[in-house]
């Protein structure tokens, strides 16, 4: 069930102005005279609204409305691209985008749009602390700044997982000519101590609407982000603070409609298609009007566009008999539509005349209750919330904090608990049969088996291309695809990654343009 969405129109056209009148390039964030927080500030409902915004610019067209799924998922090569899918969302397989990629440029600029409008509540807290007990609790106050700051840690993280140094913007700059970048090291204690507030003043997640932040997102997230720099043992704390959360039994009920906000949800982006989408094609970086569908089933639909398909690495590396491969992927033949209509996919034609093979996505698809994504009213938009982050993540997160702290007992328990999901059961972990396959005896071991698990678990959910990031092992990853026989002729020929530099985006040109301060990343 919906239960909030994200804009609250009245504030929205407000803080849009507040991010239009200034150069975002710049990181210009000077409101000038748009909006007063002395007189803006002063009702629950002008607070709520404010924060209800920040959570839009997740949203927009750059985010999970449309290409931070593309560049995610392709980048990892989790999926291979049909010969109609467009030129920028293609780059992204080939490694050869470059610092005028449109998309990456509207990412950067929603990002820092998102942190605008958290620095907007976070920076008015004393405004809005005066506003009467009897209209708004200290409680409630605590509660939105701790949604501002969690939201704000969320975009620095997507921020700094794909740039690096990025500018660090915690309040309205005097500088107009924009800010120099700060080291990694920085972001990342900005992203812990906006995390860790958050952990003290946000609410559980059964005392709160369904699609704000939570208490237990916020310590999933602290530790997601003190995992990212090998910070085990606090992360091994912060996860296991995520209490009163447990895996669905029906592992697909994670990426249906009805079934939205389950047990294993901690953080999910909404989306409500009742809820209006007449500004779904305009919001590059804007979240002003009506967003509130995402396009991933049109865009990835075998029966609809149909621009990208699983890859064979990805359906290659499933175990027999493992039921996630049914939930995860449609296969030719295969019925839909509440088993009214039957599944049409046939091989890709390659240039030396061979083919290769190719299955459908299911995983984040309406096929299950509609014979195609255009007859989701109003077309070619869809409902169904992006899962940011879910339990099953963060015990598999949990396992390798403990396996890189010297519990390799606890890690296999945890890893074995996913496994064991019900509608899943898998041989478990350091059995004879898995032994014989992905023995997990030593960490080395276990790290094998983890990545294994992780590709499995979390496919096509944007995990996986920060996983071999933070792992160092993207570079090996994609040598042993340019010298095997997984990737189309085509995709093989253009793949064009550079270990040096395709580790971190380009940072936009226009912004290097528009700000004297800015630094390029290595090799653009």
Known sequence: MKIIKYLSLPIVFGLIVISDSCNP?????????????ETFFTT?????????????????????NRHIWFGNDNMAHENAGNPQLEADKRQYLNFDFDYNHGAIGDYWESCYRGINKANFVINNKSIIDNIPEGQLSPAMKAKYDG?????????YFWLVTKFGDCPLVLEVPSDIQGLARSPVTDVWAQIESDFTDATTELRDKADEELGRATKGAAWGMLGKAQLFQKKYAAALA????????????????NFLEETEHGPESLFEVEFNVAAGNSA???SGVSDAGLNESCFRGQEYGCMDWFNVFPSINLTSEFEAGDPRYGFCFYVDGEKYNSGANTIAITPLAQSDGSTYPRIGWKKYQNYYK??????VSP???????MKVLRYADVLLMRAECKANTGDLPGAVADMNIVRARPSVNMPLYGTPEMDAIYPVSTTEEFMVALEHERKIELCGEQVRF??????GRLAPFMAQLKAGNQLPIKEKADLKFDPVKNQLWPIPQREMQSNSKMTQNPGY
């Open 25 to 37: 390039d710049k990181l210009n964030l000077t409101n000038p005279n748009q909006l007063q927080p």
């Open 44 to 64: 629950e409902n002008q607070v709520k609204s404010a924060v209800n915004a920040i959570y839009g610019s997740m949203q927009t067209t750059a985010m999970y």
């Open 147 to 155: 949604e501002a700051k969690f939201m704000r840690a969320m975009y």
């Open 238 to 253: 912060s996860f296991n603070n995520v209490t009163g959360y447990s895996l669905e039994a029906n592992y697909e009920n």
């Open 280 to 282: 779904r094609w305009n």
């Open 370 to 375: 509609y014979a195609s994504e255009s007859t």
């Open 379 to 385: 077309g070619q938009a869809s409902g169904i919330n």
């Open 466 to 471: 920060s996983d071999l990031v933070r792992w």
